[in-house]
């Protein structure tokens, strides 16, 4: 299914295309279904990236794109794809190929309750040519959710395939530019005007032999009926109106993405702060159930603002369907932004964001208890700055991580975010596996409208990379129960390629963890780097400035 991550270094090769490119699309259909829409001509193709990016708070806030290292049968592949931001929309896929003899690549769309049998014919991927073993394809995708899209890449090395999910939302409303509008406005009138001249020139002249003049009463059934045609367009073009109005309407307040609302609070239990995440939005309640990514069903994330000096990973406990709870460490009192990873049942991932009030610890808290209770694979540290030059982080006495990437960095350009640890001999010190993987990476811009949580093989959740490729496959139902408190699916255990791909381990040595990322927009960024050594969970914590291309 997936695998390995391949090639080494400290940035990715840039994985764009040239200023144009011709692109197939496809037609997408769902549910056995054919909504299928006709070929148009070449757009043009202005970057692997995009320079279109939506801000919405999504799987991924602010950061939309798709990111994916693995392995395609024998293929190494580095894959990004450009979620559409209308639906319908084109999406855009570009994979690099890091082998020879490569002969075709395809992509097929698949939305998860269609499978393959109700997917359309994979579209052909175009090469493309001042670029090495780059390949882009565009594909339509017709409805909102969770889909994915499964490459096919054939050459010397056979055949190999590999799916990555991807959650279409629509997170704009294009606006017609007002030129164009006014240009569209002249031109209509110009039609009414020459429809109504016609239909009075009909009944006026139709019926007479050749150069016979008009009585009188026929002159006036003229202008009566170009009255009545007139009436009749102002009431079928105000109807027009009301009907294009209410459907925008409706894709505003319906179609249009929102952010689940969700609200938290901290409670004093036993000598401890207690934080409870309740998602009370109606949309909610009916939607299917979640489902453990990496064994959690949510991974909670904290951030104090505005210095973001403390930083906390954790795995809220459910208590009901729309109620999380979680312990919280020894973090500072004061105000934090939270994210909440979540995975549903259908494969779409979402990110919740709230803001909560922590207060101080309590005075009797029993330290030794409060440590019992926290999931094992909780972590947090509180760190205001980096230490050195900004690459290096001290994690513990004994160990400091580093950062091999530039302090700096260009929006929409693909990088590998590349991290080692050493010990305090200068030795490799080897990284445990942490929730499955060899590390996780949690960045967000300064003022909040951009955060993502990475792993090593990409961007998306591994629950989500399981159901895509299983219902394909039909190894799943293509159905959910809505409202349901546990799901259908039942995620078998990982393969060994699965757990090879997110351990993300051919892409270096044993010490160092990579995360194939692209930062989408200028601003000045801080992430933080888990990992486990020797059983505990460290954090190295990092800034970046990114600047735009008139900047560097």
């Not at 009585?215 to 009255?227: C, D, H, K, N, P």
């Not at 969700?262 to 207690?274: D, I, K, L, S, T």
């Not at 694979?377 to 230490?387: F, G, N």
Request: with cysteine; hydrophobic share 40%; net charge neutral.
């Amino acid at each position: 299914m997936v695998g390995q991550l391949d090639g080494e270094g400290e940035e990715m090769k840039l994985l764009g295309a040239p200023a144009s490119l011709p692109a197939r699309r496809s037609q997408m259909t769902h549910a056995g279904r054919d909504t299928g829409a006709p070929r148009r001509k070449p757009l043009i193709f202005l970057c692997l990236l995009g320079l279109l990016f939506s801000f919405a708070a999504q799987a991924h806030v602010g950061s939309p794109n798709v990111f994916f290292e693995g392995k395609a049968g024998a293929y190494p592949v580095h894959v990004v794809i450009q979620p559409p931001e209308v639906i319908p929309g084109l999406a855009e896929i570009s994979v690099r190929i890091e082998a020879d003899g490569v002969e075709r690549v395809t992509a097929l769309p698949i939305k998860w309750n269609a499978g393959r049998k109700g997917a359309p014919p994979p579209d052909v991927a175009r090469r493309i040519r001042s670029e090495t073993n780059l390949y882009n394809a565009q594909l339509w995708f017709m409805e909102g959710g969770a889909q994915s899209v499964e490459l096919e890449i054939t050459g010397a090395a056979g055949t190999g395939r590999v799916t990555v999910p991807v959650d279409a939302v629509a997170n704009r409303v294009l606006g017609m530019p007002r030129m164009l509008g006014g240009m569209l406005v002249v031109l209509g009138l110009v039609l009414v005007v020459l429809l109504l001249s016609v239909i009075g020139a009909a009944v006026r002249e139709s019926v007479l032999e050749p150069g016979a003049a008009p009585a009188s009463q026929r002159r006036w059934l003229a202008r009566f009926a170009t009255a009545a045609c007139a009436l009749l367009l102002a009431l079928l073009l105000w109807g027009g109106k009301r009907w294009w109005d209410a459907d925008a309407a409706d894709y505003r307040n319906n179609r249009l993405y929102k952010p689940m609302a969700a609200a938290a609070h901290v409670q004093a239990e036993n000598g401890q702060r207690v934080l409870r995440l309740e998602i009370n939005d109606a949309r909610f309640a009916r939607s299917a159930p979640l489902v453990p990514d990496h064994g959690k069903l949510m991974h909670l994330f904290l951030m104090r603002e505005p210095k973001l000096d403390a930083f906390a990973h954790l795995h809220p406990v459910k208590r009901d369907r729309k109620t999380f709870e979680t312990i919280l460490p020894d973090l500072p009192a004061g105000s934090y932004r939270l994210y909440a990873d979540i995975t549903y049942e259908t494969g779409f991932s979402d990110t919740l964001t709230t803001a909560v009030e922590l207060p101080e610890p309590p005075a009797d808290r029993d330290t030794k208890a409060s440590s019992a209770s926290f999931d094992s694979d909780d972590s947090w540290r509180i760190a205001s700055t980096t230490d050195g030059n900004g690459r290096q982080c001290r994690l513990a006495a004994n160990y400091v991580m580093t950062w091999s990437c530039p302090e700096s960095a260009v929006p929409n350009h693909p990088v590998r975010l590349l991290f080692t640890v050493r010990d305090a001999q200068d030795q490799p010190v080897i990284l445990e596996p942490y929730l499955g993987m060899r590390g996780h990476l949690a960045l967000r811009r300064e003022d909040g409208s951009v955060f993502t949580h990475l792993h090593p093989g990409g961007s998306a959740s591994m629950a989500a990379m399981q159901l895509s490729v299983l219902r394909s496959e039909g190894k799943l139902p293509l159905k959910v129960e809505p409202g349901a408190n546990d799901p259908i699916c039942q995620l078998p255990p990982m393969t060994e390629g699965e757990q090879e791909w997110l351990r993300g381990s051919a892409s270096t040595d044993a010490s160092s963890v990579a995360f194939p990322y692209a930062f989408p927009r200028p601003g000045r960024y801080r992430l933080w780097v888990q990992v486990k050594i020797r059983g505990e969970i460290l954090t190295g914590v990092y800034d970046v400035d990114v600047r735009s291309l008139n900047q560097s």
